[in-house]
């Protein structure tokens, strides 16, 4: 992922390249993280499998703001869930049969796309348009790192190949702390 170069003193409402209208991220580095190119991010929990996923919908449906499950093909209708029943409907879900979880921290929207080895979900690099939506991924990181107890990673969106992508924001539960590029 190549972003073009930011100021340092970007003022507000400053002209990303890749984004249609003025930007409105407050910070050169959300802009780079953020950048939109066509490609989702991913953010993943280090060291995690599917053993992982209860634990995970649990902390979820009582952090969160909203839990969706979508069962099967694209355009289903989504159901309003909590925690406890989308592990469920997760541990129900059948050989070949596949599912979406969206999962709502303040205005942004994550997605899962299940089943899953390990805990991933996405989002959208242009769903995020302003220090608000940047606060809310950074909660959901801190969430996900939380409910696992192992760091939560965003990266570029993973490609065939290129299984190790550079961390564009961390958040270690061990040390509390978030890091970014």
Known sequence: MTAPAHRRDAAPGHTCEGRPDTCRLPDPWMCHVFYV???LRDITVTDTDDTHWNQVLHHLGTAADELTWYSGHSGAEGEDTDGNDAGDRLDALEDGYTATLGVRCGRTWFSAHLPVDGIEFSLWPDGIEDGAHVADVLRFLT?????????????AETVTGHHELP???TYDPATGTTTHL
Do not use: F, Q, Y
């Open 37 to 39: 190119d066509g490609s």
């Open 143 to 155: 969430e996900l790192g939380t409910a696992c107890g192992r760091p939560a990673v965003l990266t």
């Open 167 to 169: 961390p564009l924001i």
